[in-house]
């Protein structure tokens, strides 16, 4: 015999089942919207801060996951108990209670006459009737709000894309950029390293590995086509310092020094014979000489000491000073003006000494021919020009570009600008163009003008500045492109323009820039 | 109460005869006459409130009438006096000359009984009634005299004159079942009563009840439809609604009521539900048979505070709020 709220509980049963999905329906919908928007905030963090896309499937997979896991407990830990279903139920069906009190009254043991009449009613109420109508399982109103976070995860994940796309060819292009200059300095680092081997002169050896170092700098460098380009000048003017500072031999006392000191030590007796083997170039004897006068306790010897010092101060007044006598100066100061004839012969000596090891140096000329070389081809990858170094075979196209650095200002022992350009400034007086036809050099008024400007100097130094040169390919009579050159002056113009006028230039100095961008300007 | 079905059958067709009966008289009062029916069996009594004329007096005697009962109506004035009512002891002479006290009754001892204008007589006359009206008896002379079987008390009072009147204490007004309006009847029901009361034709009432035994048959038929504890709490739920000071009170009754429904509030709530469902064919009660009832139920026991007075609220719209949540 089945139990009397059979028919009750079937129904119930259904409902309640039904009202679990949907309140699962409910919460997953909500929590899904949540963990949208904290995706969306997530990946506009990634994308923004840190550039990288802003989620993917298993960021996406995780999110909803999530929200799913929660959703099913909630909805199971809010399960409605057998009445609260049977109330919904009633509420629904507008069954006039008939599910809570069959329920109800199903349960008592006892049943008079009437609640036996009502419960068959309600059993038969509930057996004639379908639960599954009264609720409909479907996806809550707000699954539409799921639009937005969505199209915007969409969008952003578009837009991520299109940057890394944009980023990964400027990357490219960066590369390709630095890759001729790269490529060379490594060559030059292999050049320098079996020079080193062959000469074993570890300086050389140090050097390689700086230009190793600088080729795989220029590398990581190179983001995109402009960073790469200035990057490639960067590296090449640090290793174009790093090779002069090689080159550099400590600067000694000038033959004008020696011989204006060898005059003074003349007009005395005791310094006699030093002054003769100074002016004879022979440096020893000539200190030998001084550390024998200085030792001996005669008033010609004292007068010597004062000629020489009021030698050196005249010298000094004259701004005529050497490294080496500046040096000898300061110890003089130091030491109160007292044994300026010892001091000068040490000076002599090492000079003496300085001379020896030139020999020496000379004896094994490999080391300097090798910076030369090195500095010569390092410039001609900074100012563009297709050089070879002595490996390299002629129509090889890693040895120049058309886009090259190039240094404007005056070159250590060069002093010219780039051969074959007629039309440009060599840096020599009265080479430029100069028509003056125009207040400032770019051919309008500048702002701020007819101000005063400050006094003050300029820091710096000539030559070390940085700039662009790019060589326009022109007709075969190596005339210049003038259409290529306006263009790439009227580029780079505002540039210079706002550098001149910001930079504190003095008056006098200005007159001269504004001489030499007019020279430059290209003709209208 | 063998067949419950035939039973139901039974007071559902009288309950509609009866209906139909006081329908002939009364015109355009169908939820009015249904109250009255409901209070009529559930064993209450009923206040009206209504203007003058509007057929109070007509009703309570066609129901009378109908179910084949005895009627008086007491006209309440402010020199009415308790014995009026109840009546009192005479002093007899026999045939033997011997005398001695026999008791006369007065108008409440009809099954029925219409209190016209019940705030007009003064407190003492209304507890007397009001004694009838919970005990079914009275006391005369140390004499508790049983009332008949059934009883009914159908009390009018008149909202608009209330000058030189006696409110009805809130002990006596919870003794009423039901609180019911008479609403003024709409043009074509003036109509209708003009048609019905203007010419020579007059409708007859039939009687449905033959004797107060049916009666009593069907008011015990109301007592047996059951009810379900969770349809019950919804009883409950109203009459709490209405307490200012119980958590389940709605705002309006945390505002403006002084006291909430009394028990018996909860009791007629009930008792009402179970001859709805009775007239819906069913043979328990739902909540919505409750919500039917409340405000009839409820009006007159609730008391408004201060407050609630001065800015016109009134029972109607708490009960209102309590049914809406």
Redesign the interface.
């Known amino acids: 015999m089945s139990s009397p709220i059979e028919p009750f509980l079937r129904q119930i049963r259904v409902a309640r089942r039904r009202l679990v999905w949907q309140a699962f329906l409910n919460v997953w919908v909500r929590l899904a919207l949540l963990g949208a928007g904290g995706l969306l905030a997530w990946g506009a963090a990634r994308r923004f801060l840190h550039g990288e896309l802003p989620w993917d499937l298993r960021d996406a997979g995780i999110a909803f996951g999530a929200a799913a896991f929660a959703a099913v407990c909630l909805a199971l830990l809010r399960r409605p108990a057998l ?1 609260a279903a049977a ?1 919904e139920l009633d509420r629904r069906a507008d069954s ?3 599910f ?2 069959g ?3 199903g349960r008592t043991s006892e049943r ?7 419960l068959g ?2 059993a038969a109420f509930a057996e004639s009737m379908d639960a599954v109508r009264w609720f409909p399982v479907r996806l809550p109103r707000e699954a539409l709000w799921m639009i937005a976070p969505l199209l915007s995860l969409a969008l952003l994940q578009w837009d991520a894309g299109a940057e890394a796309e944009r980023r990964g060819a400027a990357k490219e292009a960066g590369q390709a950029e630095v890759a001729p200059t790269a490529d060379r300095l490594e060559r030059l680092a292999e050049e320098a390293r079996e020079k080193a081997g062959q000469q074993e002169d570890p300086a050389l050896k140090a050097l390689a590995e700086k230009l190793r170092q600088a080729a795989s700098d220029l590398r990581a460098e190179a983001t995109d086509r402009e960073e790469g380009a200035k990057a490639a000048l960067r590296a090449l003017s640090r290793l174009e310092q790093v090779l002069q500072d090689l080159q550099k031999t400590p600067s000694a006392a000038s033959p004008e020094e020696l011989k204006a000191l060898a005059q003074q030590l003349a007009k005395e007796p005791a310094t006699k014979e030093a002054a003769e083997a100074l002016e004879q170039g022979r440096l020893g004897d000539a200190a030998q000489a001084l550390e024998q006068a200085s030792k001996k306790d005669a008033p010609s010897a004292a007068e010597a000491e004062k000629r020489l010092q009021e030698a050196l101060q005249h010298l000094a007044e004259q701004r005529q000073h050497s490294q080496a006598l500046e040096q000898m100066m300061d110890e003089l100061r130091k030491d109160g003006g007292k044994g300026a004839m010892q001091k000068l012969a040490q000076m002599l000596q090492q000079m003496n000494g300085q001379t020896g090891q030139g020999a020496k140096a000379q004896g094994r000329p490999g080391r300097q021919a090798t910076l030369q070389e090195m500095l010569a081809a390092l410039q001609s990858l900074k100012y563009g020009q297709p050089s070879q170094s002595p490996q390299q075979k002629p129509g090889d196209p890693s040895g120049g570009g058309s886009v090259a650095m190039e240094d404007f200002g005056k070159r250590p022992g060069q002093g010219q600008g780039p051969q074959g350009d007629a039309g440009r400034p060599t840096g020599q007086p009265g080479s430029e163009r100069d028509t003056g036809t125009t207040p400032t050099p770019f051919g309008e008024r500048p702002e701020g003008e007819g101000e005063k400007g400050a006094d003050i100097a300029l820091k710096g130094r000539l030559g070390e500045g940085e700039s662009l040169s790019v060589y326009a390919p022109a007709a075969g009579d190596q005339s210049k492109a003038q259409r290529r050159y306006r263009e790439l002056y009227d580029a780079l113009a505002p540039e210079a323009r706002e550098a001149v006028l910001q930079e504190a230039v003095p008056l006098g100095s200005r007159f001269f820039i504004q001489r030499y961008f007019e020279a430059i300007r290209p003709p209208r | 109460m063998n067949d419950p079905k035939v039973h139901a059958t039974q007071f559902r067709d009288g309950f509609r005869r009866i209906h139909t009966e006081l329908e002939k008289m009364m015109v355009g009062q169908g939820t009015l006459l249904e109250s009255v029916l409901v209070a009529f069996f559930a064993g209450g009594h009923v206040l009206l409130e209504g203007v003058p004329g509007l057929g109070k007096t007509m009703l309570v005697r066609t129901l009378a009438d109908a179910v084949n009962l005895s009627f008086a109506r007491i006209q309440f004035t402010p020199d009415l006096m308790p014995a009026d009512i109840i009546g009192t002891n005479l002093i007899v002479e026999d045939e033997t000359g011997r005398k001695s006290f026999r008791f006369q009754r007065g108008p409440v001892f009809a099954n029925i009984v219409l209190a016209d204008e019940i705030n007009r007589a003064t407190p003492k006359t209304q507890s007397a009634l009001l004694e009838a009206m919970q005990e079914r008896h009275v006391t005369v002379g140390g004499t508790a005299h049983p009332l008949g079987e059934p009883f009914l008390v159908l009390a009018t009072q008149n909202p608009l004159e209330m000058e030189g009147t006696y409110p009805l204490p809130e002990a006596q007004l919870d003794r009423f079942f039901f609180k019911l309006k008479v609403e003024f009847p709409s043009a074509s029901d003036l109509h209708t009563i003009l048609d019905r009361t203007t010419t020579s034709e007059q409708p007859q009432i039939s009687r449905v009840l033959q004797d107060p035994a049916e009666m009593r048959l069907l008011r015990e038929v109301v007592r047996q439809v059951p009810v379900a504890r969770e349809v019950q709490q919804r009883a409950v739920q109203l009459l709490l609604a209405t307490h200012p000071d119980t958590e389940a009170a709605v705002p309006l009754a945390k505002r403006f009521v002084r006291y909430g429904g009394s028990p018996r509030g909860a009791q007629a709530l009930i008792l009402a539900a179970k001859i709805y469902a009775l007239l819906d064919g069913r043979f328990h009660v739902a909540q919505a048979d409750i919500d039917k009832a409340a405000t009839a139920a409820l009006r007159h026991r609730i008391i408004l505070n201060f407050e609630g007075e001065a800015e016109g609220v009134t029972t109607d719209r708490i009960i209102a709020e309590a049914l809406a949540r």
């Open positions: 009445g109330a006039r209670d008939r809570v009190t329920l109800s009254i008079g006459p009437f609640a036996a009449a009502a009613e309600c």
